[in-house]
């Protein structure tokens, strides 16, 4: 199966500063990547699909880049909002996979 | 607005079973795919498994395949996970999901439940 691994497995970041988070896949999943975002007790969001398009009503502060394995969410901002676990998934092989987090925390 | 409202989970023994639903609204439930993905307590998600909006096409996780079914009743808006022969570490909330797009399965997750625990033990 497609393995993918999100690092930094935490990122501490001040309010207003800008959050670069990465996801590799082992193999190419082309541009069929998203990310989610999910907050304590919550189900996950859809922030990201298609490596870089937004899904509806998501903030311009949130972008997404990268295409075959190697893949990056950047918040440009952070808003109290944005403290949260982002996951990446790959929708290109099956099974489908997520990596195992990013929890974004308030430094 | 779309609405998925998960139900049957519970306290189960190591290999009982236990099935799921997923009951929809608010769109056209048979032109989608649906997806099942779990979450063990304090790790992360886990796709389980997807079946197309026809209900034709079926897939599964290596870690559950053979053990547990996916189906559907478009008649009834209705997704469920049949899941057999469980272990402590099929302990989770699962959530339903659905596609985005028309006619894929598996794929951009655009709607999820609220979800419903499954505790595995004796």
């Known amino acids: 199966e497609t393995v993918m691994t999100q690092s930094p497995a935490t990122l501490s970041v001040s309010p207003g500063e800008r959050a670069t988070l990465s996801c590799r896949a082992s193999?190419?999943?082309?541009?069929?990547l998203a990310w989610y975002q999910q907050k304590p007790g919550q189900a996950p969001r859809l922030l990201i699909h298609?490596?870089?398009t937004r899904a509806t009503d998501i903030p311009a502060r949130f972008s997404g880049s990268g295409s075959e394995t190697e893949f990056t969410l950047t918040i440009s901002s952070l808003q109290s909002e944005d403290f949260a676990v982002y996951y990446c998934?790959?929708?290109?092989?099956?099974?489908?996979?997520f990596g195992q987090g990013t929890k974004v925390e308030i430094k | 607005e779309v609405q998925l409202l998960e139900s049957g989970g519970g306290l189960v023994q190591p290999g009982g079973s236990l099935r799921l639903s997923c009951a929809a609204s608010?769109?056209?439930?048979?032109?989608?795919?649906m997806s099942w993905v779990r979450q063990a307590p304090g790790k992360g998600l886990e796709w389980v498994s997807g079946?197309?909006?026809?209900?034709?096409?079926?897939y599964y996780a290596d870690s559950v395949k053979g053990r547990f079914i996916i189906s559907r009743d478009n008649s009834k808006n209705t997704l469920y996970l049949q899941m057999n022969s469980l272990r402590a570490e099929d302990t989770a909330v699962y959530y339903c999901?659905?596609?985005?797009?028309?006619?894929?399965?598996?794929?951009?997750?655009?709607?999820w439940g609220q979800g419903t625990l499954v505790s595995v033990s004796s």
């Open positions: 608010e769109f056209t439930f048979s032109s989608y795919g």
């Open positions: 999901a659905k596609d985005l797009w028309l006619r894929s399965v598996g794929g951009i997750l655009d709607y």
């Open positions: 298609g490596a870089f």
């Open positions: 998934q790959q929708y290109n092989n099956w099974p489908r996979t």
């Open positions: 079946i197309r909006g026809s209900g034709d096409s079926t």
């Open positions: 193999e190419s999943v082309s541009s069929n």
